[in-house]
């Protein structure tokens, strides 16, 4: 069974996480992905085993998690012998990505101009921090900055609250689905007529885009959005509850007139169902205060367990609020294959994320491990008609490791 970009060869220029994990979707899918990387250390993500509060583990799953399934090739590309490699390459490429600032592309040769100049055809993909226009283009931009200038940072949190702050990759891995949704359109174009172009991302962009729904409410309105404790939500069944063992659940039904019969019953409060005060979803928010301080007395009667049992087959919207370890323990996600065990070359037996996008007759998968440093540097120089003996010159002048 083939995969779905099987003959696509992607130029990957990219480093720490918003360029590797654009590019290891295309790969996940079958893509022939080239991490282009400097000779001294490559990816700074190669030494970095835990970030923030992510622990050690017996392999660096960071890195990992957004390099499997490609090839590393190494060249410094401020030399001129690294691009004229480079430039022999990208004929044969399809795709460029990098998440290096436009400036430093630029100095190095690799911009828009000169790359689609080799190659009028490719796809050139571009990760910025902040957009290619404003004040701050040439501005360097991480996840944390980005989320924060977003909104996010402020809108998640509780009236009076302490900000809430990103999660590792939070940032990057939203603008890095959006460039390789991105990518494929371009690739769609470039079938119908044979014409590259460029494809712009940027974290800012994606996170406003993740966010699109309060934005939206305050572009139209002029105004920010309120906050509310969870104490005073409008919708009382749109609220999350703690339960006997201090754990939590989320209800999640918006047209609780749908809802609200089997939803009573399950609580064993039928008298409430028929009460004036909460017969109609229009009521039930006029008196949401009051709602919820009945379900806050209610839900700690039983376990989240016990909850979960008396809700299985009802006509109710619910979801565990979950730690992540509890998550990867979760058998539905499990069924799902959205995480899979794997035979790590030097790690041995692990377990990694899957795929959230499953095709049912081309599907992709896991199928190799991120690459050492340079792996593959002989075997690509090899193919574009490079000697063993160039090999070694290249190496001598520092060009390849």
Not at 92 to 115: G, H, W
Not at 124 to 147: I, Q, R, V
Not at 228 to 239: D, E, H, I, K
Request: aromatic share 8%.
């Amino acid at each position: 069974m083939g995969r779905p970009l099987e003959g696509i060869r992607v130029f990957d220029l990219s480093a720490v996480v918003l360029g590797p994990h654009a590019t290891v979707h295309l790969a996940d899918m079958g893509a022939e992905v080239i991490k282009v990387e400097h000779p001294a250390g490559g990816d700074m993500m190669r030494g970095v085993s835990a970030l923030r509060m992510l622990p050690l583990g017996k392999l660096n799953y960071l890195f990992e998690l957004d390099n499997r399934n490609k090839k590393s090739v190494t060249l410094d590309l401020s030399q001129e012998g690294g691009r004229e490699i480079a430039y022999k390459l990208l004929p044969a490429c399809d795709v460029f990505l990098s998440n290096f600032q436009p400036l430093v592309l630029k100095r190095i040769k690799m911009d828009y101009e000169t790359v689609s100049k080799i190659n009028p055809g490719i796809v050139y993909a571009l990760c910025t921090g902040w957009g290619l226009k404003g004040p701050l283009k040439d501005e360097p931009g991480f996840d944390y900055a980005a989320f924060a200038r977003s909104g996010l940072m402020e809108g998640f949190a509780e009236p009076g609250g302490p900000l809430v702050t990103c999660l590792p990759g939070f940032g990057d891995h939203i603008a890095a689905m959006h460039a390789a949704y991105g990518i494929m359109l371009a690739l769609f174009h470039r079938q119908r007529t044979g014409e590259g172009q460029m494809v712009h991302v940027s974290l800012l962009g994606g996170l406003l885009e993740n966010n699109s729904m309060s934005l939206s409410a305050c572009l139209t309105t002029g105004q920010d959005l309120p906050k509310q404790p969870r104490t005073g939500v409008g919708n009382a069944l749109w609220n999350y509850y703690q339960c006997r063992d201090k754990k939590w659940l989320q209800l999640a039904m918006l047209q609780t007139d749908r809802h609200w019969h089997d939803f009573c019953q399950a609580l064993e409060l039928g008298e409430m169902e028929k009460d004036p005060k909460f017969d109609s979803h229009a009521r039930r928010c006029e008196n949401n205060v009051v709602l919820i301080s009945i379900l806050d007395k209610a839900f700690p009667t039983r376990t989240r367990e016990e909850w979960a049992k008396r809700f299985e087959g009802k006509n109710i919207v619910w979801g565990l609020v979950q730690n992540f370890l509890e998550v990867t323990q979760d058998p539905q996600v499990w069924e799902n294959n959205y995480f899979v065990p794997f035979e790590h070359p030097t790690a041995g037996d692990t377990k990694i994320m899957g795929l959230s996008v499953q095709l049912s007759k081309t599907p992709g998968e896991v199928r190799t491990a991120a690459p050492e440093l340079g792996q593959h540097t002989e075997e690509v120089l090899l193919e574009l008609g490079y000697s063993w003996d160039d090999i070694a010159r290249l190496k001598d002048q520092k060009v390849i490791l």
